[in-house]
Nanobody
Framework: QVQLVESGGGPVQPGGSLRLSCAAS????????MGWYRQAPGKERELVAV???????NYADSVKGRFTISRDNAKNTVYLQMNSLKPEDTAVYYC??????????????WGQGTLVTASS
C-alpha cells in the first residue's frame, strides 16, 4: 500500500508564494510520473503540473511562468513552488503518483488534498 501526504497549503495574499510538498511512503517499487491537480469550488479537477521520473515537466497554461514542479526521487517527494498567486488559484490541490509494481502492474495514488486560498 502506498500513501501520499501533502503539506504546505494555507492562506496567502494575491501576489504571494507558497510551496507544496507531497511525500510518498509505503510499499514503493517505482514511481513513474508525479503531478499536482486542483479543484476549485463548483469546478472539475484539473491538471496543474506533472513531472516524469527523469524530470520532464508539463504545465497548465494558466500557471506557466508562475509555478514550478520538481521532485526528489531519493525522498519520493514532489514539490510545487507557486509564485505570483492569484485569487483564481484558490482550490484544493491534490498530489498524484503513477505507480509501478515489480510485476509491471500500474496504478495511481492520490493524496488527501491541501487547501490553498489566495485572497486579500
Amino acid at each position: 500500500q502506498v500513501q501520499l501526504v501533502e503539506s504546505g497549503g494555507g492562506p496567502v495574499q494575491p501576489g504571494g508564494s507558497l510551496r507544496l510538498s507531497c511525500a510518498a511512503s509505503g510499499s514503493i517499487f517505482r514511481i513513474n510520473s508525479m503531478g499536482w491537480y486542483r479543484q476549485a469550488p463548483g469546478k472539475e479537477r484539473e491538471l496543474v503540473a506533472v513531472i516524469s521520473s527523469d524530470g520532464n515537466t508539463n504545465y497548465a497554461d494558466s500557471v506557466k511562468g508562475r509555478f514550478t514542479i520538481s521532485r526528489d526521487n531519493a525522498k519520493n517527494t514532489v514539490y510545487l513552488q507557486m509564485n505570483s498567486l492569484k485569487p483564481e488559484d484558490t482550490a484544493v490541490y491534490y498530489c498524484n503518483a503513477q505507480m509501478q509494481t515489480p510485476f509491471n502492474n500500474f496504478f495511481e495514488v492520490w493524496g488527501q488534498g491541501t487547501l490553498v486560498t489566495a485572497s486579500s
